[in-house]
């Protein structure tokens, strides 16, 4: 029965990595030390999301429509969408009242998928 449990466990960390958000996030935890904390504001900001998108200053540098994910910042996002799903499923500890993030009891489960992508993509 351990491959039914190897692809549940890959299927869920593909659905995890579907985020840009939430891959942005793990890939700061996954280059900290495996017992550091990582600043969430910091995590989001090092893969270049653009400062107006972290805080919501409204700005928006595409012709498109706005859609009800431009008009929400990305830390509320990440606060009330992507870590409460990230901590759900183990991959990260997250501390709110200090806004950190670091590995979590099944951070194993998702860091090497992760790393494939990051691989794929880079070539």
């Known amino acids: ?3 039914g449990r190897q692809r549940d466990d890959l299927g869920r960390a593909l659905e995890a990595l579907s985020s840009q ?5 793990l890939r700061a935890v996954v280059e900290a030390d495996p ?4 600043a969430v504001e910091d995590a989001l900001a090092d893969d270049g999301l653009a ?3 972290l805080v919501g200053d409204g700005g928006r540098t595409s012709s498109t429509a706005p859609t009800v994910a431009d008009e929400e910042p990305l830390l509320v996002r990440a606060h009330h969408q992507h870590l409460p799903y990230l901590v759900d499923r183990g991959y990260v500890r997250w501390d709110d009242a200090e806004g950190r ?6 951070f194993e ?3 090497p998928v992760l790393a494939l992508l990051d691989g794929c993509h880079e070539q």
Do not use: H
């Open 35 to 38: 017992d550091d904390w990582v």
């Open 51 to 53: 400062s107006n998108e």
């Open 1 to 3: 029965m351990k491959g």
């Open 109 to 111: 489960e998702v860091a």
């Open 21 to 25: 958000e939430r891959r942005y996030l």
């Open 101 to 106: 993030v670091r590995r979590g009891p099944d």
